[in-house]
């Protein structure tokens, strides 16, 4: 049913239509006397909404028509920002610091535009309108003085210091970690005021680095007592009356495979060798929804939070330990629900046949990804006597994993094999090493199985027409493939030109750079050149997995998509989808779609944060040590580069201080006005640590001495050549705008 805002936005957007009075408005759609005070709140609710505007003169008109864009709004920490579009077709604005008016990062704003793309530059834009604040409460550093104090943010994206009254200090001491709620926000030339409602503690503190990260992106800690209690209030006991009409599997051999220190077990796996020479394979996923039922305290909190959240040393759930590590986690040798796809596939890695039944399972093992690989890979003799009535079924599921996976990378998968790493924290929450993280064998069965199960789901939900949510992953930024396809091009490698890029070719030159000196730099640049993937409920594909059906239904105790997926499947299963049902489904899989697209990117910006900041804790113990490296990225500011470790640095254009250099960003290098010495992604450096902001988790390098091959100068000679004629063109790109594509790399 379409509603009255609809029906408006729609009127409005009709090309005859001109700014109209609410009176006129009124008049059209026929609005009695009577309706005419719930007509106005109406249109007070899309103004405040941003999904219209009221002019000068006191008419209604939609922003887009009117010059005006709306969206988010996110600010760099040097002040300017970039409006980010609801309307995912347009491109963002660049807002000058200058232009922003009082609005702070993450503010839902309404847009002028000021200046329209020229060449390279972005359009710009001045916001002139708040219309929802994303900073209720801020978190930062508190600094007194004798009659008030004030509030430094730490997210340096939010440009104000917060006044804060001395009667609204809440006994907070100089220098004290505090929450601070805002209760008048700043104008134009003002800072906001706020009141400290919470202490948390002074910076050094033992935890207070994280929990300041917590806070700062606004994640849940505790669970409301409501849903604690709830959660504490489910029967463990399985009733009867499940046992009587689900899928019994409990004779069924299967194991779960996990890391040493996962406690939330939601998949389970079972392999069979058919006399055909064909496998049956069967995915086992906790069946969550069970406990988590629409609407309920804990399906409430959970949609809320989204997704579970792992930062180092602790995670933030997005269900009740009760439940994560508990009933709902299939522990060994205990009888669990389940939703299972058990999958027929040939030697060739075709589904051949599958079904989706709701079941009972009873694990044999915890196994974990160390274990399997010493068994498979290294051949642990103890190992494989212990779990010998299991030695043939994880033989067979090498077998099957390398048949999966051939059959993906053949169809045009990309796939990266970037280097990982686990950082060591001490009993003081110190990083004490960093250590690479490979993905072994028994990893990448887990991978593989998981894979083709969200694919057969997705496949056969796609086709059974309701409301459902698929992860997708869209065609890259065409410009941002030309700059790549240019690149590579430079390094002897070519990419078909045309408008639809098969993610096959991707892949191809993915192979080709394997095992060579390139390799990092050419992964790192097409995974920039990527979209990011999300939850939606139309099915567009994965591009990067080159998979036209694709969704999450293996985790449903940490991500809420996979929850709601699991809701429906057992719905649709069970007939009980009626037109009526399909048509309430379609606004809940709307919004979980984008909720938890949204969630997901704040817990990755939250995991990152925590990663940089230990990462450069870690290097600030190793002041003057020399470490080789590679070249990750080149800015008009400097470049970085990138450790064994994983970890980045900066050399600042102002350490080459040998020559002036010039930014190239067709070759993405420095090049030296007089010198003609070039530094270009990919390249290998050797660097000494030179200093590390541990407030900022900046890292900073300087060249010790280059370690490339001296061959690679002659070579490069006369590929650079043509450089040197275009230098009066634009090398100057802009801070901003650079600063706005590194931010869209690193995501």
């Known amino acids: 049913m379409i509603s009255i805002k609809e029906i408006l936005v729609k009127f409005m957007n009709e090309p005859a239509y001109k700014p109209m ?39 209604v008109a939609l922003p887009e028509r009117m010059g005006m864009i709306v969206g988010k709004l996110s600010v760099h920490q040097k002040g300017f920002g970039f409006l980010i579009p609801d309307d995912e077709e347009h491109q963002d604005v660049f807002i000058p610091s200058s232009f922003i008016n009082g609005a702070l990062h993450g503010d839902r704003v309404m847009v002028q535009i000021t200046k329209e793309d020229v060449g390279k530059k972005k359009c710009e834009g001045e916001v002139v309108k708040i219309i929802d604040r994303a900073n209720k409460t801020v978190i930062g550093v ?44 700043a104008g134009k030339r003002r800072n906001p005021e706020g009141k400290i409602i919470d202490v948390l503690g002074k910076k050094g503190d033992k935890g207070i680095d994280i929990l300041t990260i917590i806070k700062k992106h606004g994640l849940p800690e505790e669970f409301p007592p409501k849903v604690q209690k709830y959660a504490e209030g489910i029967e463990e006991d399985i009733p009867k009356s499940e046992y009587k009409r689900r899928v ?33 394979l069967g995915v086992h996923i906790a069946d969550v929804s069970n406990y ?88 642990d003799d103890e190992l494989i006597k212990k779990y010998d009535y299991l030695y043939d079924d994880f033989k067979a599921m090498e077998e099957l994993c390398d048949i ?33 993280y490979d993905r072994e064998i028994a990893n990448r069965i887990i991978e593989e199985f998981m894979l083709v199960c969200n694919e057969t789901v997705a496949e056969h939900m796609y086709w059974a027409n309701i409301p459902f949510v698929y992860r997708i992953h869209e065609e890259p930024d065409e410009e941002k493939l030309q700059h790549f396809s240019d690149f590579i091009y430079n390094m002897g490698y070519s990419l078909k030109s045309s408008r639809e890029v098969h993610p096959k070719a991707l892949q191809a030159i993915l192979e080709k750079v394997q095992g060579k000196k390139e390799e990092t730099v050419v992964s790192t640049l097409l995974l920039r050149s990527m979209m990011q993937a999300k939850y939606s409920p139309e099915c567009v594909g994965h591009f ?20 709601m997926i699991h809701r429906i499947i057992k719905e649709f299963v069970n007939g009980k989808i009626d037109p009526k049902r399909s048509e309430r489904l379609s606004g809940i899989v709307d919004y979980a779609s984008k909720q938890s697209s949204d969630m997901e990117r704040r817990a990755q910006d939250a995991e990152r944060e925590v990663d940089d900041l230990k990462k450069a804790e870690y290097m600030s113990e190793k002041i003057g040590e020399e470490y080789h490296g590679i070249i990750s990225s080149v800015t008009n500011f400097g470049f970085f580069v990138e450790l064994p470790n994983t970890i980045e640095g900066l050399v600042h254009i102002t350490d080459l201080d040998d020559d002036y250099y010039v930014y190239d960003e067709r070759h993405l290098s420095l090049i030296g006005e007089l010198t003609k010495k070039i530094y270009r992604l990919g390249d290998e450096v050797k660097i000494k640590v030179d200093r590390v902001n541990i407030d900022t988790h900046d890292i900073y390098f300087k060249l010790t001495e280059n370690e490339r091959d001296e061959d690679v100068y002659d070579d490069l000679e006369e590929e650079f050549e043509e450089v040197e004629e275009d230098y009066d063109e634009d090398y100057g790109c802009e801070e901003e705008k650079y600063e706005e594509d590194l931010n869209d790399e690193l995501d």
Not at 36 to 43: E, G, L, S
Not at 270 to 280: D, P, Q, V
């Open 21 to 59: 009075h609410v009176s006129e408005l009124a008049k059209i759609f026929d609005i009695s006397k009577r309706e005419f005070n719930d007509f106005q709140d109406t249109i007070k609710a899309m103004e405040k909404e941003g999904l219209i505007i009221k002019t000068n003169n006191d008419k």
């Open 142 to 185: 508190f600094e007194s003085s004798r009659n008030f104090g004030f509030v430094v943010p730490e997210d340096k994206r939010i440009q104000n210091d917060i006044f804060i009254p001395k009667a609204k200090t809440n006994n907070a001491e100089d220098g004290d970690i505090v929450i601070v709620e805002i209760i008048e926000w």
């Open 248 to 280: 019994d599997l409990r004779d069924v051999r299967m194991v779960t495979i996990d890391g040493e220190d996962a406690k939330d077990l939601d998949d389970a796996v079972s392999i069979e060798r058919l006399e055909n020479g064909n496998y049956k």
């Open 292 to 379: 988590v039922k629409e609407l309920n305290p804990l399906d409430k909190e959970a949609l809320k939070r989204g997704t579970s959240v792992y930062l180092i040393d602790r995670v933030i759930p997005m269900l009740p330990k009760e439940l994560s590590n508990g009933i709902c986690s299939l522990n060994p040798k205990v009888d669990r629900l389940t939703l299972s796809c058990i999958m027929t596939i040939d030697q060739k890695g075709k589904v051949l046949d599958h079904e989706i039944v709701e079941s009972i399972i009873k694990t044999d093992e915890r196994m974990t990804y160390t274990d399997v690989t010493k068994i498979l890979k290294d051949h």
């Open 404 to 436: 999966l996976r051939k059959k993906r990378l053949g169809r045009g998968a990309i796939d990266f094999n970037f280097e990982e790493s686990k950082i060591i924290l001490n009993e003081n929450g110190k990083p004490i090493d960093i250590k690479p």
């Open 544 to 563: 990067g997995l080159a998979a036209k059906y694709y969704c999450h239904f293996t985790s449903p105790i940490r991500r809420y998509p996979d929850l």
